[in-house]
């Protein structure tokens, strides 16, 4: 009898422990699936408002999620082929890339309307906000170069010319420069923070994605898809100091705080390789889902999340042991993710059968 009761005592702190919203005590599942337009590419968490923001690439729309009931209250018209998104919070503004358009879309977060379009380079594929100067950098990679677009008047400043091809960017809080991949020359190009002029490019592998910084040593790591390869740049001269072999095809990359590890995504080879943060070295490959293409740290439960295309999931890899803890399988192609913390929930853009756009709540 004394066990039955014991049993029963235990199965109710669980459920009362689950009601109390303590998080991930039986793990992430979907918790709602929200239709958006077609072919959500990038998605963001806006701070001013706890609302989500989805970049619909194949509308030329922006769908706004809001958080507390996970429904679409608003769909926005921007550009042609939105396929980036950015929040400034110096002004609270939305900045959506326009890929076909040429152009950058402003939605105001208080109203929720686009309050402009400012034209920049061909070919618009990423942008960056600086939170030294307030300014929002934009990719061109048919211009080859990188649009600075003024947070206070929402007008082109100065137009940098970098490398070949350049595909994404990242701010650097050591130094407060702008680090650019040219995924076609195989560089890294510096733009000066103070000045907006080019300092400098950094050879690195062959076709380099994606960037990310490191603040445990200040330095910026490079995955470079075609060479499989990450190159660690130092921030104080912005030299190579390191190539590190990865797996087939790197192409997203993303820091752990919790462990100081750096993350990156193997689109070829269907892994997630561990960079350690004190020794700079590989730590190990973890096995996830087939072709991923997008990471999410959560620092609810310090988590990184995966998103794998083909397998149409998501993989979650524990901090503490790098290893999967769970795999959640979602009804669409994943895309991207992003982390809002007013709920703890991952959301996942993504499309079903080429024409309808989901995202999708993880927690």
Do not use: C, W
Request: charged residues 10%; hydrophobic residues 40%; negative net charge.
């Amino acid at each position: 009898m004394f066990s039955i009761v014991f049993a029963g005592l235990i199965f109710t702190l669980m459920i009362l422990i689950s009601s109390k919203g303590v998080d991930h005590v039986f793990g992430d599942s979907v918790i709602s699936t929200i239709s958006v337009e077609k072919f959500p590419q990038a998605i963001v968490f806006n701070p001013a408002n706890n609302n989500i923001y989805v970049a619909n690439r194949d509308s030329g729309t922006v769908s706004i999620i809001e958080s507390t009931n996970n429904t679409v209250i608003k769909n926005i018209e921007v550009g042609m082929s939105p396929q980036a998104i950015v929040f400034n919070p110096a002004n609270n503004n939305i900045y959506v890339v326009n890929k076909i358009s040429n152009s950058i879309s402003i939605i105001d977060s208080n109203t929720n309307t686009v309050i402009t379009e400012v034209d920049v380079g061909r070919d618009p594929v990423a942008l960056e906000f600086n939170p030294a100067n307030n300014n929002i950098y934009v990719v061109n990679k048919i211009s080859n170069s990188i649009s600075i677009i003024d947070s206070n008047t929402n007008t082109v400043i100065t137009e940098v010319d970098v490398g070949r091809d350049p595909v994404a960017l990242e701010f650097n809080p050591a130094n407060n420069n702008i680090y650019v991949a040219n995924s076609g020359s195989g560089t890294v190009s510096v733009i000066g923070g103070s000045n907006q002029t080019l300092l400098g490019n950094t050879v690195v592998g062959t076709e380099p994605v994606a960037l990310e910084f490191n603040p445990a040593n200040n330095n910026i790591y490079v995955a470079n898809r075609d060479s499989g390869t990450v190159s660690i740049i130092e921030s104080t001269n912005n030299t190579v100091i390191n190539n590190l072999e990865m797996g087939l095809l790197p192409q997203a990359i993303v820091f752990n705080p919790s462990n100081e590890n750096t993350y990156v995504a193997n689109y070829g080879s269907g892994t997630v390789s561990v960079i350690g943060g004190s020794n700079q070295t590989l730590l190990g490959n973890t096995v996830v889902g087939t072709e991923p293409v997008a990471l999410e740290f959560n620092p609810a439960n310090n988590n990184i999340y995966v998103a794998n295309v083909v397998s149409n999931s998501v993989s979650i890899i524990d901090s503490i042991s790098n290893d999967i803890s769970e795999t959640v399988n979602i009804n669409n192609v994943p895309l991207a993710l992003t982390y809002n913390p007013s709920n703890n929930g991952t959301y996942v853009t993504g499309t079903l059968t080429g024409t309808e756009g989901l995202v999708t709540l993880i927690h």
